[in-house]
């Protein structure tokens, strides 16, 4: 069945946006790495799993210190995964088939080898090139402290000393993440050209949105003050280094860019914060159109934490007129099943659970049941590859074999974000499972990360056939919400259904989630169009959610 998109200026408000990591979605010249060729292969599965566009994460030229989030060159297509023909290629037969592209941007930083990085490190000390980035001389009378004691999300410190022509120690640089990926000065005039121009290049490819990786990072106090000391909040956009004010003029820019341009073309922004008017701030409606919410998806499996979550996150978004986003996973975090299968079923980076027990029954359950909730909610839902398939977090993957950097700057202590990175499985009952192609006369690669062993149940093939499985359950549920007018976008109206229970009402459609232990009466209906596990229609399990039409 093929949905043409729309001309319908509205398509993202409640638009279901698939998250492609390319590395890891499907190999078509078998050699271990997925590939554009791979995803052009594989359109027909994303057009009847349901979604309406995809987002892939970085595909341009990168030697992949950070998995493609250190650009080395934003126009062009990095030789593993293709060509900038193939992309074309692949966005033209996407809309073919219904399915809009959102490509990723990363305005923090760039690679060490884009062109820029090399011209500054060339040009030595005091040199326009190195206005470009956060140069600067280190500390004491040697030049050895480091300028400030930010700390890096990746683990250790966020400067680099380089070394001069001549071989003596020389200026410092900064880099947010890795050492590798040098963060941008965004007070350069010519940091904002090449920006809008990158936006430019990629929407007249054809690309429906933009996805602005750590977009309340950008801006830094050029005064380059410590952070503020422990346990003190900074006042609001006075933060050395997030949510500053200025951010706001680099995204009214890019809205401009946008708004240019036939069609609707959206702004989509990754901003962790935690306070919901801050976060709102960026989607007034002359800046991003939407940004992950990620409260929802750091959430307990708690009734009473995930109704104050929503509720939050409602309140927040209805203040500036754009819709909700709803996220429960992507390539940074831990997997739902496994995350919802811990005692302690909350996400946050600071306490990654690798390796404290988990009940893949249980987690697969709730995962269900998160599914139908977060698809009723209002606004738009985000999938990452594999949640579809209830692929667990792979936890252990031989630590040679792990290349997220996060792991190696923690000194091993993180274990990094591979775990749900790992090659997806389509079909057959032992690794590639059908991820690579057979190169010509030839036997695939061994895949980047190493699938496990007894991956046989939860490949493609697999659950096709079977009306319990997880894909199943998403095609269903994506099928109805396209169909029925009460989903998507607008609002919701709460249902007192007791203790443990969260009930709403979508036009005609109620969705039950029992997150008590026990089993609860449903609320008077007119039928089950769905549930995530069995149900008499009368109660339903713990763990479970189900889709009613109202009575
Ligand atoms: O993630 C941003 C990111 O990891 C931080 O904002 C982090 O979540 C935060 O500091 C938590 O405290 C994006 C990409 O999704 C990720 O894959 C990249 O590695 C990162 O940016 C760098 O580009």
Redesign the pocket.
């Given at each position: 069945m093929v949905h043409p998109p729309s001309d319908d200026p509205t398509w993202w408000r409640d638009a279901v946006i698939y998250e492609v990591y390319v590395r890891s979605f499907a190999d078509g010249d078998g050699d271990g790495t997925g590939d554009l060729a791979g995803v052009r292969s594989r359109l027909p599965y994303l057009r009847d799993l349901g979604v309406d566009a995809l987002w892939f994460t970085p595909w341009y030229a990168s030697p992949m210190a950070?998995?493609g989030?250190d650009v080395a060159d934003y126009r062009a297509i990095d030789p593993a995964f293709g060509t900038l023909a193939e992309a074309e290629a692949l966005i033209a037969e996407a809309l073919a088939l219904g399915i809009r592209t959102i490509v990723d941007v990363?305005p923090?930083?760039v690679s060490d080898r884009h062109p820029w990085f090399r011209a500054a490190l060339a040009a030595g000390p005091g040199s326009p090139e190195r206005e470009r980035f956060w140069f600067h001389p280190g500390t004491g009378p040697d030049g050895a402290g480091i300028p400030t004691h930010w700390e890096s999300?990746f683990g250790g410190g966020t400067w680099t000393r380089t070394t001069n022509p001549d071989g003596t120690p020389g200026e410092w640089y900064l880099h947010l993440?890795t050492t590798q990926?040098p963060d941008l000065n965004w007070t350069h005039p010519d940091v904002w050209a090449e920006h809008e121009d990158v936006l430019r290049f990629w929407f007249d490819r054809g690309v429906a949105g933009i996805r602005i990786?750590?977009a309340a990072?950008l801006v830094k106090d050029p005064a380059l003050p410590e952070l503020p000391a422990p346990g003190t909040t900074p006042a609001p956009g006075g933060h050395p280094h997030l949510d500053r004010d200025e951010l706001h003029d680099v995204y009214r820019a890019w809205r401009k860019v946008a708004d240019s341009y036939p069609g609707t073309r959206v702004l989509v922004g990754?901003v962790?914060l935690d306070d919901a008017e801050r976060f709102a701030a960026y989607l007034r409606p002359d800046e991003m159109h939407t940004a992950f919410n990620f409260d929802v998806m750091a959430q307990p499996w708690d009734a009473v934490a995930l109704r104050a979550s929503v509720d939050r996150t409602l309140a927040a978004h209805r203040g500036v007129g754009a819709p909700a986003t709803w996220v429960l996973s992507?390539?940074?975090v831990t997997r739902p099943v496994t995350r919802y299968g811990r005692a302690d079923s909350s996400f946050s980076?600071a306490a990654k659970r690798a390796g404290t027990p988990t009940d893949l029954d249980l987690g697969t359950r709730r995962a269900r049941a998160a599914a139908l909730l977060t698809a009723a909610l209002p606004g738009s839902l985000y999938l990452y590859q594999g949640d579809e398939l209830g692929l667990p977090e792979v936890e252990d993957l031989p630590p040679e074999a792990v290349q997220d950097p996060m792991h190696a700057r923690s000194g091993g202590v993180d274990p990094g974000?591979d775990g749900c990175r790992v090659p997806l499985p389509w079909s057959g009952d032992r690794p590639p499972y059908g991820f690579s192609a057979d190169p010509p006369g030839g036997v695939p690669a061994e895949p980047w990360l190493p699938q496990p062993a007894g991956w046989a149940p939860r490949t493609v093939a697999a659950q096709e056939a079977d009306p319990g499985s997880m894909l199943r359950l998403y095609r269903d549920a994506l099928a109805l919400r396209r169909s029925e007018p009460g989903l998507g976008d607008g609002d919701l109206r709460w249902l007192d259904a007791g203790p443990g229970v969260l009930a709403f009402a979508r036009g005609d459609v109620l969705c039950v989630v029992n997150l008590s232990a026990g089993p609860v009466a449903l609320p008077p209906h007119g039928g089950v169009l769905l549930a995530s596990g069995p149900t008499d229609g009368a109660a339903l399990d713990p763990d479970t959610a189900a889709w009613l039409r109202a009575a």
């Open positions: 950070d998995g989030y990363v923090n930083h999300s993440f990926q990786d750590s990072l990754e962790w992507n390539h940074d980076f974000r």
